[in-house]
């Protein structure tokens, strides 16, 4: 079993600043990319941010300049640090991570969080 375990949202006013983390755990032998994908009240889920195996990044126009995907290799963990926010990024923010599974035969899977809950509201 793979788990990833989301955590860091919450209520913030427009402007302010939160950071989420996306921890993941279980039968699994490598990470490649993780990223974090968000979904708004009647709108398809969006990607936000995605970050490779090497380190590189993509961002979605809207949260360039606002929004930092990074992670810890080590604690195979992604952080989303989110500043100057808006109403409209209020969602429902979900992890993503492409793995290689430990059991044999290994295959690339999409595991995804639970979601965490994001307003931005005064």
């Known amino acids: 079993q793979v788990q990833l375990v989301e955590s860091g949202g919450g209520l913030v006013q427009p402007g302010g600043s939160l950071r989420l983390s996306c921890a993941v755990s279980g039968s699994i032998f490598s990470i490649n990319d993780m990223g974090w994908y968000r979904q708004a009240p009647g709108k398809q889920r969006e990607l936000v941010a995605t970050?490779?195996?090497?380190?590189?990044?993509n961002y979605a126009d809207s949260v360039k300049g606002r929004f930092t995907i990074s992670r810890d290799n080590a604690k195979n963990t992604v952080y989303l640090q989110m500043n100057s926010l808006k109403p409209e990024d209020t969602a429902v923010y979900y992890c993503?991570?492409?793995?290689?599974?430990?059991?044999?035969?290994?295959?690339?899977?999409?595991?995804w969080g639970q979601g965490t809950q994001v307003t931005v509201s005064s």
């Open positions: 993503n991570s492409r793995a290689v599974t430990a059991v044999l035969p290994r295959r690339e899977v999409d595991y």
């Open positions: 970050i490779f195996s090497g380190g590189r990044t």
